[in-house]
C-alpha cells in the first residue's frame, strides 16, 4: 500500500513535469514517433519485398531456375545487358527431354528500342520467351500464334512471327492496342527495319520485372539484339512433375551443368537478395541509426531537465528525498514519452504504409509492394519502449549522482 | 576547545557537535602523486548544542564557516574530526541514504533560493517530502493545506510556484520543511532574496515554528539575529561567541 502511494504520487510528478514543458515534451514525443516511424517503415518495406519476391516466384509456376550468375550491364553492347546462360535452346531442349520435367523455358531480358511510328524511339526491357502457359495472363487479344520457328534448329533462319506482346503500360504510353503496330529494335537501325504486331496485352512479365515490357520469341530477340552467335538468355525456368523430388531434380541438373547456378523459387529469391547484401546492410543501419537516434534524443532531453532542476533535486535530496524517488520520477517521464511516442508511431504507420504502396504502385507498378504487420508494429512499441529505458537509465544515473552538498553550495 | 553554550531548556539538545573539525581539501587530485594538496579548515573545533523550542541565529562574515556549520547540524555534510549528533544518532560513518532517512525524520530545511517545483502546484510542493512515507493522497493534501494556512498561503493552495511571489515561494518552501513535523528546522540566509517586508514576514513564520522545535537560521542580517533567542558568532571557521 505504502509502495503504491509512492508509486502513484512518482507518476503524478512525472506527468506533471511532461505537462509543465510542453513544447520539449511534444518535440520528445515527436522525435521517438519518428525513430519508430523509420524502423517499422523500414522493416515492413523489407518485408513486402520478400513477401512480393516470394509471391511473385511462385505465381511464375516455375520450380527451378538455372543462371550463369548475375544479369549484368554491358554498356556498349547491344542491348545493353550481358546474359550469362549460352546455348539455351539447347540446354532448354536436353532438360525438358527428362521425364521428371514438364518444361524447360529460356528467357532472355535485353534493352530494345521501341516506337510506335518509326521515328521517334524510347528504351524498354524487352522480354525473350513464350508468352503462353498458365502463368501468363492474356488480358487482351491472345498469345503468339506460334511456337519459335524462327530458331530452327539454331540457324536462325526460320520465318520470324513479327508478333509481340506488350505490358498494359507499354500500351498506355504509346497509345496503342492489339493489332496495332511497333517498331523494335536493338539499335534504332535495327527497330527502323522490324515492324511487330501486337497481338496482346499481358501484365504477367512487367509486374515480374517491376517496368514496362515488350514480349518476344527468345529467338526473334536474338536476332533483333545480336544475340544469336551463342545463343544466350537471361535464365531457363524448369517446371518439375508434381510426383517428382524437387530437390534432387535440382542436383541432378545442378550435377549436369556445374557452370550454372541450379536454384529453387526460394533459393533464387534468397540469391537475389543477397546480390542487393549493401542495400540490405543500408536499411538495416537506417533502422539502428533510428533507434540509436531516438535514444539520444530522450536521453538529452531528459539530461537536459536534470541538469536544468539539479538544484532544485539537490534540495529535495538534502530534505530526505530518496534518490530512488527521484529516479523514479525522471524515469517515468522518459518512458511515458516513449510510450506515446512510439504508440503515435505505430499508429502514423500504417497510413504511411498506405502512401508508400501507392507511390510504389505508380512508380513501379507492384502492388502493396509494402505491407502491414502486427508484429512489426508491435516491434516498433517495444523499440520505443527500450529507447525510453535507455534514456531512463542515463538520466536516472545522473540524478543519483546530484550531491546535495555540491549544488547547494 | 571551545566550550559549549548552556542549553536554556531543561530537555536534551536536538542536535550536538563536539569539538567539530571540517576540512577541505582544496582544488583537483594532482598528476603528482606526491605532491600534498592545501587543505582549508572552515571549521575548526566549534562545540554547539541545540536545544527543543531555541530559535538561534547563526553569525558571521562570508567564509567564517556558517554554511558549514548548518551542513553538518542538518546532517548533510560529516566532520573531518569531531561527533555531531542528531536526535540521538551520531552522523560519524553513516552512509548518505542514512543520513538521507535521518534528515526526512528529523530535519527541514529552508533555503535562501526556495527550490521549489515549478511544474506542481504549492500544495503538491508541501507534500513532496510526505511521498518518501508513502503517506495517501488525500493524507498528504491535508497536511499540506493545513501549513500553507498556518504560513498565511490558504488562498495560493493551487498556484505554481512561477505564479508566487518571492517571499510567498519562500513560506511554500517553509511549509514543505515543516510538513514532516521535524525536530530542528534550519534555514540558511532565508530572507537573503527577498525585501525587508517580506524577511519580517518570514522571520515572523520561522519564529512561530519555533515554538515546539529547534529552529537554527544562518543569516548576515542583524534584524534577523535580534529577533532570535540565542547567536552563535563564527570568525575564520571558529566560534568567537554563543549566547
Known amino acids: ?409 | 576547545m571551545a566550550q559549549a553554550a548552556q542549553p536554556p531548556s531543561d530537555q536534551p539538545p536536538v542536535v550536538t557537535c563536539r569539538d567539530v573539525t571540517r576540512q577541505y581539501i582544496r582544488g583537483s587530485k594532482s598528476k603528482f602523486a606526491n605532491q600534498p594538496r592545501p587543505t582549508v579548515t572552515a571549521l575548526d573545533s566549534v562545540s554547539v548544542d541545540i536545544c527543543p523550542g531555541e530559535f538561534v541565529g547563526i553569525a558571521g562574515p562570508s567564509g567564517s564557516g556558517k554554511s558549514t556549520l548548518l551542513h553538518l547540524l542538518a546532517g548533510l555534510d560529516t566532520p573531518t574530526d569531531g561527533d555531531v549528533t542528531l536526535a540521538g544518532t551520531s552522523t560519524i560513518g553513516l552512509s548518505e541514504q542514512r543520513r538521507a532517512r535521518l534528515r526526512l525524520e528529523h530535519v527541514g530545511i529552508v533555503f535562501q533560493h526556495f527550490y521549489l517545483l515549478p511544474s506542481i502546484s504549492a500544495r503538491a510542493n508541501v507534500a513532496l517530502p510526505l511521498v518518501e512515507y508513502g503517506i495517501g493522497r488525500s493524507t498528504r493534501r491535508e497536511k499540506a493545506t493545513a501549513l500553507l494556512d498556518q504560513v498565511g498561503l490558504e488562498d495560493r493552495t493551487t498556484h505554481k510556484p512561477g505564479e508566487l511571489s518571492g517571499g510567498e515561494q519562500q513560506r511554500v518552501a517553509i511549509a514543505r520543511a515543516l510538513v514532516t513535523d521535524p525536530e530542528v528546522l534550519i534555514a540558511d540566509e532565508p530572507t537573503g532574496e527577498l525585501d525587508t517586508e517580506t524577511g519580517e514576514q518570514i522571520i515572523n513564520a520561522l519564529s512561530a515554528s519555533s515554538s515546539d522545535r529547534a529552529v537554527v537560521v544562518a543569516s548576515h542580517d542583524e534584524r534577523v539575529l535580534e529577533r532570535t533567542d540565542r547567536v552563535i558568532r563564527l570568525h575564520d571557521g571558529r566560534l568567537v561567541s554563543d549566547g
Not at chain 1, 122 to 136: C, E, F, Y
Not at chain 1, 198 to 206: M, N, Y
Not at chain 1, 258 to 285: H, I
Open chain 1, 1 to 409: 500500500m505504502l509502495l503504491l502511494s509512492k508509486f502513484r504520487a512518482v507518476v503524478g510528478i512525472a506527468v506533471q513535469q511532461l505537462r509543465h514543458d510542453r513544447g520539449r515534451t511534444v518535440l520528445a514525443v515527436l522525435g521517438i514517433c519518428l525513430a519508430v516511424l523509420s524502423m517499422t517503415l523500414l522493416g515492413s518495406v523489407g518485408l513486402g519485398v520478400i513477401e512480393t519476391g516470394e509471391e511473385k516466384f511462385d505465381q511464375s509456376g516455375r520450380d527451378l531456375w538455372i543462371t550463369g550468375g548475375p544479369v549484368q550491364l554491358a554498356p556498349g553492347s547491344v542491348g545493353g545487358f550481358e546474359n550469362t546462360v549460352y546455348d539455351a535452346h539447347q540446354i532448354s531442349a536436353e532438360i525438358g527431354q527428362r521425364d521428371d520435367v514438364t518444361t524447360a523455358v529460356p528467357l532472355a531480358f535485353q534493352t530494345v528500342y521501341v516506337s510506335p511510328n518509326g521515328s521517334e524511339f524510347d528504351t524498354l526491357i524487352g522480354t525473350g520467351a513464350p508468352a503462353r502457359g498458365g502463368s501468363v495472363r492474356i488480358t487482351q487479344g491472345e498469345s503468339f500464334s506460334s511456337q519459335d520457328q524462327h530458331y530452327a534448329g539454331g540457324s536462325y533462319d526460320g520465318p520470324m512471327s513479327h508478333e509481340v506482346v506488350i505490358s498494359p503500360q507499354t500500351a498506355e504510353r504509346y497509345d496503342v492496342g492489339v493489332n496495332d503496330t511497333l517498331y523494335l529494335g536493338g539499335s534504332i537501325g535495327s527497330a527502323q527495319n522490324n515492324e511487330f504486331r501486337i497481338v496482346g496485352i499481358s501484365p504477367t512479365f512487367s509486374q515480374f520485372l517491376g517496368t514496362p515490357t515488350v514480349v518476344l520469341h527468345l529467338s526473334e530477340l536474338q536476332t533483333i539484339t545480336g544475340q544469336t552467335a551463342n545463343d544466350r538468355a537471361t535464365m531457363i525456368t524448369v517446371d518439375v512433375d508434381d510426383d517428382a523430388d524437387l530437390s534432387q531434380v535440382e542436383a541432378e541438373i545442378q550435377a549436369a551443368y556445374p557452370e550454372y547456378d541450379v536454384r529453387t523459387n526460394r533459393e533464387q529469391l534468397q540469391a537475389t537478395l543477397e546480390r542487393q547484401a549493401v542495400l540490405l546492410a543500408a536499411g538495416g543501419s537506417l533502422v539502428v541509426f533510428a533507434a540509436l537516434a531516438g535514444i539520444t534524443l530522450t536521453t538529452n532531453l531528459l539530461l537536459s531537465l536534470v541538469y536544468q532542476q539539479r538544484r532544485i533535486l539537490a534540495a529535495l535530496r538534502a530534505q530526505g528525498a530518496a534518490a530512488s524517488t527521484l529516479v523514479g520520477v525522471v524515469g517515468t517521464q522518459a518512458i511515458l514519452l516513449s510510450f506515446v511516442g512510439g504508440i503515435l508511431g505505430a499508429a502514423v504507420t500504417v497510413p504511411a504504409i498506405r502512401v508508400l504502396n501507392i507511390v510504389a504502385e505508380t512508380i513501379v507498378g507492384f502492388e502493396n509492394v509494402v505491407s502491414v504487420q502486427p508484429w512489426i508494429l508491435l516491434s516498433g512499441i517495444v523499440c520505443a519502449f527500450l529507447i525510453g529505458i535507455g534514456g531512463a537509465f542515463v538520466a536516472g544515473w545522473r540524478v543519483s549522482r546530484v550531491s546535495p552538498l555540491e549544488q547547494l553550495q
